[in-house]
């Protein structure tokens, strides 16, 4: 059982507590069977429709979206949701976040129509969602996007490559980040919602990775939306995608501390039970400081990660340089700690399937997406150069 005394913490409240309870009782359910550790496209994309919607089901989505304008994300029962669902599944960490993620700019942004049309049923697990924003040209550089939202009478129309979207494929609707105005840069940028079906929409390519989940290219090839599809205002695509970012790097955070209590639990059972020159692993001085390490940068990283989401929630303000720490050292650190488990498992620890070999694979891409590390490091060096912070 991992180490549940940072619900102490007070950062929160009882149900934030309760949320835990409910989770580890369905995760108890069932859920590590489902999907993780597949490489058949076809059960992973099954096994994350079915756990969309146990999750909808079970009500444990309601925290992705915010139905009603003026409401806000709770954006610690996120992390926690990230954290413990990451300990048990991976693949269903990734489809939980997703419905937050390929929805964040309608609950961010989205006018009463836009919500009430794709919202609840997101929460409901009957809607499978998906953000798309990187291409082949743009991925930290997001002012470099290239596909263009051409206005054509009472619509637009997209043209361009979109790449490593998530859930690109199974997805019912993509959040569309595309350039719709002659400024260059960030500035020129705008968000749609884009029906999957949506004539000129085609999901290109699969793109299998080493932690295999739904991922693909999208192809818009003269792709017509209706004005009703823009959210926000023509122009504000930068800062909408920014402000999501600004919520889901924090949970990021937290998938990673999920992963990493995951690597120190499979690592204390297996040093009591492994013995070696004649006792157990256990009672190795080297091993025990492998043990302080590992246990050290994860209440590190989860302070990092519930500071960030406690200063959003409770302070309500701005936490661009909060999120961009959380994300950066929770990831770094749980691939460090996933790499001393595998390391104290010897062979065994890299032997295909075992836990600790597949969280080795499942932790490596979250250093990468939704900003890079490097990215974060800028992003803090900014706000501490502007002040803020400092
Ligand atoms: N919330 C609201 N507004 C924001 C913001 C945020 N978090 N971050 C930036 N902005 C605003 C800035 O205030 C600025 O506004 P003004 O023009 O009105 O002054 C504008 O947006 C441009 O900001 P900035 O100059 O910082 O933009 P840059 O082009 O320098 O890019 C980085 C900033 C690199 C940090 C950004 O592009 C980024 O985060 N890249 C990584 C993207 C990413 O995560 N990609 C992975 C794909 S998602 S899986």
């Known amino acids: 059982m991992a180490d549940t005394s940072y619900l102490g913490w007070p950062f929160f409240g009882e149900p934030h507590r309760r949320l835990v309870r409910e989770l580890e009782q369905f995760a108890a359910g069932g859920l590590s069977d489902l999907g993780h550790g597949s490489d058949d496209d076809a059960a992973i994309d099954a096994a994350c429709r079915e756990i969309v919607r146990r999750l909808g089901q079970a ?3 309601n925290h992705c979206c915010v139905p009603v304008a003026g409401d806000r994300f709770d954006v610690r029962s996120l992390a926690l949701s990230r954290d413990v669902l990451a300990r048990h599944n991976p693949l269903a960490d990734f489809a939980f976040a997703m419905q937050g993620l390929g929805t964040g700019p309608i609950s961010l942004s989205g006018d009463e129509r836009q ?71 960030t500035r ?35 792709c017509r939306v209706a004005e009703s599809a823009l959210l926000g205002a023509p122009g504000e695509g930068f800062k909408i995608a920014m402000g999501t970012l600004d919520v889901f790097r924090t949970t990021v955070g937290a998938a990673a501390l999920g992963l990493a209590r995951r690597a120190l639990e499979e690592a204390l059972r297996r040093i009591r039970e492994r013995t070696v020159f004649g006792k157990p692993l256990a009672e190795y001085q080297l091993t025990q400081a492998k043990i302080g390490d590992m246990a050290l940068a994860i209440d590190a990283a989860a302070l990092l990660v519930y500071r960030a989401a406690w200063t959003r929630d409770v302070l309500q303000r701005r936490v661009t340089r909060e999120a961009a720490m959380a994300k950066l050292y929770a990831t770094e650190a749980a691939q460090q700690v996933i790499d001393m488990a595998v390391q104290l498992f010897g062979g065994t620890g890299v032997v295909s399937g075992v836990t600790v070999e597949t969280l080795y694979r499942d932790i490596r891409a979250l250093r990468i997406y939704e900003g890079t590390s490097e990215i974060q490091k800028l992003v803090i060096a900014g706000a501490v150069l502007s002040g803020d912070g400092a």
């Open 59 to 61: 009500g444990l989505l």
């Open 115 to 185: 919500r009430a049309a794709y919202l609840p049923a997101v929460m409901r697990g009957e809607r499978i969602a998906a953000f798309a924003l990187s291409e082949p040209q743009a991925g930290s550089d997001v002012g470099a996007i290239a596909t263009t939202a051409t206005k054509d009478g009472a619509g637009y129309v997209l043209n361009g490559t979109k790449t490593w979207i998530s859930n690109g494929g199974i997805a019912d609707h993509y959040v569309v980040f595309a350039r719709s105005g002659g400024e260059k840069g």
């Open 188 to 222: 020129g940028l705008s968000a749609f919602i884009v029906d999957a079906g949506t004539p000129g929409l085609q999901v290109a390519a699969r793109i299998r990775t080493i932690a295999p989940h739904p991922l693909a290219t999208l192809v818009f090839d003269g």
